[in-house]
């Protein structure tokens, strides 16, 4: 990887362009408020983010990034040109949402809390990219890199990653990438480095169905979810390395005197080991199977069995940016610059991607505080929202370098 020469906070914290910028944070608060408001009243659905890729592509248009693009796979990049092509350091935000398209996204105020699903996750990352380029051209920053500013698709859920995934495999700057900053959500503590592994399965199972009394002994697919239900349920997973799981949809049948014909769930497994991973892997994968030979040995020898279809639907890898890498190293003394104490975590993010690939990466809070997420109740507060921006600045600058100008 190439690194700029490495600055320090105290050097940085002196630099003028550095003040000018943190000074456009703090007196343009109500509009950068304003913008996340406007970015949140845009649907972004699980697959159908089209429409805020486009909003945001304007917005970084408007900020002075003209080159502004949304790539194959629905990202929108916009690059901040450096002196040198090198280092390339990826600013991102996911644009997604894990509400469906028919969500209300009417806003509520209750005191300085906004509330509204997506609020914080992750139009709080999309507007901290807005915030620092506007920063940076308002103070006129100069970098010896270059920032390429991205709002990625496909991160929650189903997603699987999907536009991290294509950015850093398969688009136009996938080999020229050297390191990796996503934003997502609130907060100042946390500096994600570590990147939680997950595999998601799609079970199905289908039958003939029938009649509750006149049928009984068909195999019911409902009965044959529910005994591997019962068997995940069972197992015994470890506090340390952390493992868990979850059954987090389950739909089938029609009616409650008729045995249905088919039902699915869908099942999240997740592990800080990979080998815990793999292991309660292998172990949801034969508890299916066993629950649906238990359910069609139970049948009526004239009936038809149940038939299983196990869909993996995502693959999230796990993996670690060491404590000792620069870009951890940077992003922990840019907080403690600014008397905010570090703590390094472990979570689920587009940082997963780059983190697998062996590319240097964090992913930090846009600043502010945040709860309940992932439900209609979302709130963002962008009481010292400031401070996010001012350590995301910080620790931009420290990877890219900064040209002095003033």
Not at 311 to 337: W, Y
Request: aromatic share 6%.
């Amino acid at each position: 990887m190439s690194e700029a020469k490495t600055i320090s906070m105290e050097d940085l914290l002196g630099f003028s362009e550095v003040q000018e910028a943190f000074q456009f944070f703090e007196s343009q608060a109500d509009e950068i408020t304003a913008e996340q408001i406007n970015l949140c009243s845009v649907p972004a659905p699980p697959f159908g983010e089209a429409k805020r890729a486009e909003y945001f592509r304007q917005n970084l248009i408007q900020v002075g990034l003209p080159n502004a693009e949304i790539d194959e796979e629905g990202n929108c990049v916009a690059l901040r040109q450096g002196r040198s092509s090198s280092p390339l350091l990826v600013v991102s935000a996911h644009l997604d949402t894990v509400f469906p398209a028919e969500t209300d996204l009417t806003l509520k105020r209750n005191g300085r809390r906004l509330m509204a699903p997506g609020i914080s996750d992750d139009c709080c990352g999309l507007v901290a990219l807005l915030a620092l380029a506007r920063a940076m051209q308002s103070a006129e920053i100069n970098t010896e890199g270059s920032v390429l500013f991205v709002g990625t698709v496909g991160e929650e859920g189903s997603g699987n990653l999907r536009g991290a995934r294509h950015l850093l495999t398969a688009g136009k700057w996938a080999k020229e990438i050297d390191a990796f900053i996503s934003f997502d959500g609130a907060d100042v503590e946390p500096i994600t480095n570590g990147a939680l592994g997950s595999r998601r399965y799609r079970v199905e199972l289908t039958g003939t169905g029938g009649h509750s009394w006149g049928d009984f002994g068909v195999p019911n697919p409902v009965h044959g979810l529910g005994r591997a239900i019962s068997s995940l349920a069972s197992y015994p997973a470890p506090l340390e390395p952390r493992t868990t799981f979850n059954v987090g949809r389950i739909e089938g049948g029609a009616s409650i005197n008729a045995i249905p014909s088919e039902a699915s769930m869908d099942v999240d497994l997740r592990s800080v080991s990979k080998s815990e991973l793999l292991r309660i892997d292998a172990f949801f994968r034969r508890a299916v199977r066993e629950a649906v030979e238990e359910e069609n040995s139970s049948r009526r020898k004239e009936t038809q069995p149940l038939k299983l279809t196990l869909n993996l639907i995502g693959d999230r890898p796990g993996g670690e940016t060491p404590p000792s890498a620069h870009i951890v190293e940077v992003a922990t003394n840019a907080t403690r610059a600014l008397n905010v104490t570090p703590v390094l975590e472990v979570a689920s993010t587009d940082s997963n991607i780059p983190i697998a690939l062996g590319i240097p990466a964090v992913t930090l809070g846009g600043g502010g505080s945040a709860g309940n997420p992932h439900t209609l109740d979302e709130w963002y507060d962008p009481s010292h929202r400031h401070i996010g921006l001012k350590r995301g600045l910080l620790v931009i600058l420290a990877m890219v370098g900064i040209l002095r100008t003033k």
